[in-house]
């Protein structure tokens, strides 16, 4: 029963936790555009309330994956860890001939270890998603790809994805975004990532989860 003071008050408490995003993307280069601009996302939603987590391009340099824990690094743990805990989660690849990059792949293939107890894979999670390009077709493909392996991962996509044509002018020296537009698409993909967040957290505190 919901209607007792204590069930209101349990709900309460959970409803104020503060959604956890967690964002995973870039490349390893100094000054990658693409963690740059899930810098710029994931910065919308802290502003908005969410508790927020960047593993960059250097934080993804794994192992390629290969199933079972003892196959899994500290670095694999944590972002494990950080999958297996977030309320949503942001996702920024480059294009990299037509596709994701096998870095962004490879973390992604990490989620196999999202199982067992507690979620599975991305079930329930908003995910938003970025990517970038030198050209339109590549980053129109490289999100259509990304959306793909979310519905795999049973996420849920945020209706808006951001497809950006990267230049070197893109970001000032402090990582702020010099194209208004280009900045309005990626913290709108932030804001949405959360507000979804917000209402899965919503409906699991109705339902007792
Ligand atoms: C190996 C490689 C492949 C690329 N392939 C494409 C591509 O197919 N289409 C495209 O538009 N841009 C392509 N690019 C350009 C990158 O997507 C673009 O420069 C991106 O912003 C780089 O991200 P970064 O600044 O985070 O390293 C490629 C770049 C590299 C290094």
């Given at each position: 029963m919901l209607s007792t003071p204590a069930a209101k008050s349990a709900i309460t408490e959970r409803s104020e936790r503060r959604p956890f995003i967690l964002g995973i993307g870039g490349t390893p280069r100094e000054r990658s555009s693409t963690e740059l601009a899930l810098r710029v996302s994931l910065a919308a939603a802290a502003a908005n309330g969410a508790g927020t987590?960047?593993?960059g391009g250097r934080d993804l340099l794994?192992?390629?994956?290969?199933?079972?824990?003892?196959?899994?690094?500290?670095?694999?743990?944590r972002l494990v860890d950080a999958l297996r805990r977030c309320d949503g989660l942001v996702i920024a690849s480059p294009s990299y001939h037509g596709a994701m990059s096998g870095l962004i792949k490879n973390a992604l293939d990490y989620t196999e270890e999202v199982r067992g107890a507690g979620r599975t894979y991305l079930d329930g999670i908003a995910v938003g998603l970025i990517a970038c390009a030198g050209g339109s077709q590549g980053a129109g493909q490289t999100l259509a790809a990304l959306r793909g392996v979310a519905h795999a991962l049973r996420g849920w996509p945020t209706p808006f994805g951001a497809a950006i044509c990267t230049t070197p002018m893109l970001f000032d020296a402090d990582g702020a975004c010099l194209d208004l537009k280009t900045a309005a698409q990626l913290e709108l993909v932030g804001r949405q990532v959360l507000s979804f967040a917000r209402m899965n957290m919503a409906a699991g505190d109705a339902a007792g989860r």
């Open positions: 987590m960047l593993l794994l192992p390629l994956y290969q199933p079972g824990p003892e196959h899994q690094t500290p670095q694999s743990r």
